[in-house]
């Protein structure tokens, strides 16, 4: 009998079921994982974001490409939130690591220096954006990861 250890399980489960994730992942619409992450972001990352760093985030498409997933999320900042971004959008940045170096990020395990530096996370693009980007990550820190709540109306 094979024991995982309990911080691992979840990265190699996760590993197990990549590859045919993967295979799925890349044949469907890239909106409903875009709207989904925009959502969430939306919710729990852009109410974090300073009010005067926003503006300068809006407009700008960023792809998110998840390496062993399959997944890319088109995503652009609005001032009220993230949004689904139109493919036909010019890439101002296009971020790809695998799904653990993304929640790594997320939780505040690994910072986007680190992530870089050890090859996990990969920029493209307009390099003074991608820097904003970076910078606003390491300002902000770990998501809260808490249960989901629609957003408040009002």
């Given at each position: 009998m094979t024991t995982t250890s309990t911080s691992a399980w979840p990265w190699t489960a996760l590993a197990r079921v990549a590859p045919t994730l993967s295979a799925v992942a890349?044949?469907?619409?890239?909106?409903?994982?875009?709207?989904?992450?925009?959502?969430f972001l939306t919710q729990r990352w852009w109410p974090?974001?300073?009010?005067?760093?926003?503006?300068?985030?809006?407009?700008?498409r960023v792809d998110v490409?998840?390496?062993?997933?399959?997944?890319?999320?088109?995503?652009r900042a609005t001032p009220a939130g993230l949004v689904?971004?139109?493919a036909s959008e010019p890439v101002a940045v296009?971020?790809?690591?695998?799904a653990r170096?993304?929640?790594d990020l997320m939780q505040g395990r690994d910072d986007p220096d680190t992530l870089f530096f050890e090859q996990r996370l990969v920029m493209e693009g307009d390099t003074a954006f991608?820097?904003?980007?970076?910078?606003?990550l390491d300002a902000i820190g770990?998501?809260?990861?808490?249960?989901?709540?629609p957003a408040a109306r009002g």
């Open positions: 890349r044949r469907l619409p890239t909106q409903p994982p875009s709207w989904a992450a925009a959502q974090l974001v300073s009010s005067e760093i926003r503006p300068r985030l809006c407009g700008r490409v998840v390496t062993d997933l399959g997944l890319t999320l088109h995503l689904v971004a139109q296009r971020l790809q690591a695998e170096a993304f929640i991608a820097l904003l980007l970076k910078n606003t770990p998501v809260e990861w808490r249960p989901w709540r």
